[in-house]
């Protein structure tokens, strides 16, 4: 019976471990370096964000103070040596990137904005995820943003993405002035004096 019980307790333990995250688990230097880009993704966006237009000042206040929440927080997760010290300043970024979203919420965003926010929303359940917030299945429907982990991560680090819906580029109308294009000569008449249509020189 003593044995049953400890058999049960220690599978609750490692349950629990799975879900929540061990105590005195290292970090994962994956969550680190994805905390890390999201903070500095965000405060490099903070100009692009103050810069839009229609915006009140009481709003880009906000939103400046939304973004120097998160940069904090994910400060506290890089320093952080344990997964579980790490787990509420991640649940903060969550709670502060969802209210930030609420404040967007109906604005027209440039393009380069709207590629950081679908960073974000990529990236952050991967960082739940590995401090055990989120379960790893559950990450998945992250990439449904449209990116992968590894654009999401080139994008807050300031590497332009290459879209797989881009145009193919506009060639020149004029193909004189383009070597690529090729040149076909206009017919002309063998024997001038037996077209009428040959000009008379």
Do not use: C
């Not at 405060?43 to 709003?59: K, P, V, Y």
């Not at 040596?81 to 709670?95: F, H, L, M, R, Y």
Request: hydrophobic share 45%.
């Amino acid at each position: 019976m003593t044995n049953f019980i400890e058999t049960l307790f220690d599978d609750v333990k490692a349950l629990w471990a799975k879900v929540f995250g061990a105590e005195g688990a290292t970090l994962a230097a994956a969550v680190i370096n994805d905390a890390q880009l999201i903070g500095n993704g965000l405060n490099s966006a903070l100009t692009t964000f103050q810069s839009i237009t229609g915006l009140g000042s009481a709003t880009i206040t906000s939103i400046q103070a939304h973004i120097n929440a998160i940069v904090k927080d994910a400060t506290a997760v890089a320093t952080a040596v344990e997964t579980s010290v790490a787990k509420g300043p991640v649940a903060d970024i969550q709670n502060t990137w969802t209210s930030l979203l609420s404040i967007l919420d109906g604005v027209t965003l440039p393009e380069v904005l709207e590629d950081v926010i679908k960073a974000v929303n990529t990236l952050l359940p991967y960082i739940e995820a590995g401090v055990g917030i989120l379960t790893a299945s559950v990450v998945k429907t992250a990439e449904a943003t449209g990116l992968s982990a590894d654009e999401a991560r080139l994008i807050l680090g300031g590497e332009a993405k290459v879209s797989a819906t881009e145009p193919a580029p506009a060639y020149p109308t004029n193909p004189i002035a383009d070597d690529s294009a090729p040149f076909t000569a206009p017919a002309y008449p063998t024997n001038p004096i037996a077209d009428d249509s040959a000009p008379l020189v």
